[in-house]
């Protein structure tokens, strides 16, 4: 080998990409109850961490003499109820859901609205002063018109939450806060956003 051609072997291996330096760069992946990936595509119920709280989520019409979607999510009263199952699907195509990643999150259930289970972040109610998180929410298609859409997964401790923090939109302006439970007089727990994180752990269904 020529001086000439090992300097640019040399120069080459320089100025190359770092691959392995960008695969570790990878989100990891969130993880089950059995310490299993989660996989997209795959259904898994959203269970609390702390016991004694209350169940699993599921979708419900809370409003008397109306009918229709989209639904507010509804945590169950008992800790044996583990709710409906959710579908994740990440912004980016893979095979396991990473940690802090857009992703929408979508009930699987048969209902009239099975269409129409994506969840999203509704307005402020003016009643409450809380901002619901609730059916209706759209799915893929990331951008300003669906920004309401896409929340990530985040570590709390050794524990998970989910986080409303788009990131599907550069031009966009969107206030970063955790997802939480919010009890209402009657004890009805809906999901909104909230300065305490609903802890949670993910159940594979089968």
Do not use: H
Not at 46 to 75: E, H, M, S, W
Not at 82 to 101: D, E, M, R, Y
Not at 147 to 175: H, M, Q, R
């Amino acid at each position: 080998m020529t001086m000439k051609v090992l300097l640019i072997f040399v120069l080459s291996l320089l100025f190359s990409p770092p691959l392995i330096s960008a695969a570790a760069a990878a989100s990891p992946a969130v993880l089950d109850v059995k310490g299993k990936p989660l996989i997209v595509g795959s259904n898994y119920f959203v269970l609390p961490v702390i016991r004694g709280g209350g169940g699993g989520l599921y979708p419900a019409n809370t409003k008397p003499n109306t009918f229709g979607c989209p639904l507010d999510i509804i945590q169950e009263a008992s800790e044996v109820q583990k709710g409906i199952p959710v579908v994740f699907s990440p912004v980016n195509a893979t095979a396991a859901v990473p940690l802090s990643t857009d992703l929408n999150v979508r009930f699987y259930t048969p209902t009239i609205c099975a269409r129409r289970m994506g969840w999203k972040m509704d307005g402020l109610d003016e009643s409450s002063k809380q901002y619901f998180v609730k059916t209706g929410g759209a799915e893929g298609n990331p951008g300003p018109q669906t920004l309401s859409s896409w929340f990530k997964i985040e570590k709390a401790g050794s524990d998970y939450k989910f986080v409303f923090c788009p990131t599907v939109c550069n031009v966009c302006k969107v206030v970063c806060k955790d997802v939480g439970i919010y009890v209402q007089k009657n004890g009805a727990r809906f999901l909104v956003l909230s300065e305490i994180p609903f802890k949670v752990m993910f159940e594979k269904t089968f």
